[in-house]
């Protein structure tokens, strides 16, 4: 410690004597620069201007003096040249139609009550004669207000030449001060060549002096240091576990990654494949009551005849359809009710049909009406022709019992849709359309409607104003919520009333359900 204390001894005397040197030279060094720029008059302002363009700003007071005027100088001759644009574009044209004149508030109030003026003097002139006391009074007022028309636009044409004018000689001012400031700029670089010797010299005295002070500091902070005595803060010990892994932790970390997993994916599905899969979905997304859920069909089975079928899988589930149409008001089954979808091919037509046909077992007076007057399918489920109907009703070519056909099946009567007409949406909006809906419910117990799709179509939404209630066919895992509550919407919109949702073609092992919707499984043949 004693050598080391001695060898920084002479080490920081050294420095001390290299110091005081490297001070006198320094001060010597600012001395002669700051004497140099008296005698040359040459005023150093870097250090309090700012930078330029990411520059260093100018040295001398002459040069940022020059650098600021030029800069106004490049703005005035902008401003000079914009505003000798304006003065002959306003030279050229006629004063009204100037810019500044069309833009001014007060000749845009004057032109607009004068164009009144105007107007009203060539009715009094249709009248009136001409030296009729309220033409005079109006031609004068006309008068008048073109006088303070002309004055306005006269006026603004004279402030635009005022302000060419004024950037003109702005721009000629600056010039000729910029013209005197580049003789002083270059007579004062010539003296500040020598002068920035002399700061150079300076600058690097500076920078040596600040070394040696540094180290010499260091030399005295390390004098006073000295050796600490090692002491033992903690003694190491054996463990008596493992450390890793931690098994309980690994688990419950697992267990919560997989819920967690498991909630993204569930929320995913939901989110991406939003459709209506179950009756639940029906209710839970869409907050409407459900009528009835129809189960699709198997592989190779016909449609018809599983509805004519009293002990099917699909007849029962309309059974359950009927009874929930049955509740659904105070006096039952609605007296006129309209089958519509989204789109085309849900289930609405079957559904129309399978519906009559359940609701003719409990000894109802049905009549099917066809109003899908773009893509008839109805008449196929009854095995009837469609060479006239609802269209040749509507246009009042025909009459009721002239397109009223008789079924094979009891107490169902059927209306075909006829020719497709051009124009199915005008024909439905007709009052004859209402009067004829309003007949058959007084001639049958329950008039069925099967309309058109509601998406892209006006059909259904201008039907089902007319008719009592409607019923909304949805097809299973089909259609997203958005769009068949849009529908919804439409049709609620247009003044409808919707009894329920039907979901069809529902597929319950898909779904997820674990019972089985079959008439055989519930009632067997010889069962107690």
Excluded at 238 to 244: G, L, Q
Excluded at 338 to 348: A, D
Aim: a neutral charge.
């Amino acid at each position: 410690m004693q050598r080391k204390f001695d060898t920084s001894s002479y080490a920081r005397e050294f420095l001390k004597q290299q110091l005081d040197d490297a001070a006198a030279r320094l001060s010597e060094s600012e001395r002669e620069s700051l004497d140099y720029a008296r005698r040359t008059q040459i005023i150093d302002t870097s250090n309090a201007a700012e930078t330029i363009s990411g520059r260093s700003a100018p040295r001398s007071l002459t040069t940022a003096t020059l650098v600021q005027i030029n800069q106004e100088y490049a703005t005035a001759f902008a401003r000079r040249l914009e505003a000798q644009k304006k003065w002959e574009t306003s030279r050229r044209t006629d004063v009204l139609n100037t810019p500044q004149v069309l833009n001014n508030l007060a000749v845009q109030n004057l032109l607009q009550e004068r164009a009144k003026l105007e107007a009203e003097l060539q009715d009094q002139l249709q009248r009136r004669k001409e030296d009729f006391p309220t033409v005079r009074q109006l031609n004068a007022r006309v008068a008048e207000l073109s006088r303070q028309i002309s004055a306005i636009s006269t006026s603004i044409r004279s402030s635009i030449q005022g302000e060419y004018q004024t950037a003109l000689a702005q721009e000629k001012a600056l010039k000729s001060k910029i013209e005197d400031l580049k003789g002083d700029t270059l007579d004062e670089q010539t003296q500040s060549v020598q002068l920035g010797i002399l700061q150079r010299e300076s600058d690097t005295n500076r920078e040596l002096y600040d070394l040696l002070l540094k180290r010499y500091n260091e030399l005295n902070a390390e004098a006073g240091v000295q050796s600490n005595n090692v002491s033992i803060i903690d003694r190491a010990k054996i463990p008596v576990e493992p450390v890793s892994p931690n098994i309980p932790l690994n688990l419950a970390l697992s267990l919560l990654f997989g819920i967690g997993l498991s909630g993204v994916f569930v929320f995913g599905k939901e989110q991406i494949f939003d459709t209506l899969r179950s009756p639940d979905d029906v209710s839970r997304k869409l907050g409407v009551n459900s009528v009835g859920t129809i189960p699709t069909l198997n592989s190779g089975e016909d449609l018809q005849t599983n509805i004519l079928d009293r002990k099917s899988q699909i007849a029962e589930a309309y059974s359950s359809v009927r009874t929930s149409l049955m509740l659904s008001s105070s006096h039952g089954v609605p007296r006129s009710l309209m089958f519509t979808s989204s789109q085309q091919g849900e289930g609405k037509s079957s559904s129309c049909f399978a519906t009559a046909i359940s609701l003719s077992r409990i000894g109802k007076r049905i009549v099917v009406v066809d109003l899908d007057l773009r893509r008839p399918s109805q008449h196929r489920f009854f095995g009837l022709k469609n060479d006239h109907g609802m269209s040749d009703l509507l246009s009042q070519n025909a009459t009721i019992p002239d397109v009223l056909q008789k079924t094979e099946h009891e107490n169902i009567s059927f209306i075909s849709s006829g020719a497709i007409p051009p124009n199915p949406t005008e024909l439905l909006a007709s009052n004859h359309a209402t009067e004829v809906l309003r007949k058959l419910e007084t001639e049958f117990d329950i008039v069925l409607v099967d309309s058109a799709p509601l998406l892209g179509l006006a059909d259904a939404v201008v039907i089902g104003a007319t008719v009592e209630t409607c019923v909304f066919v949805i097809e299973a895992n089909r259609n997203s919520t958005s769009t068949v509550r849009s529908a919804i919407n439409r049709l609620l919109q247009g003044g409808a009333k919707l009894t329920g949702v039907l979901l069809c073609k529902f597929d319950r092992k898909q779904a997820g359900y674990n019972y089985d919707y079959s008439y055989q499984y519930e009632y067997r043949e010889g069962s107690s």
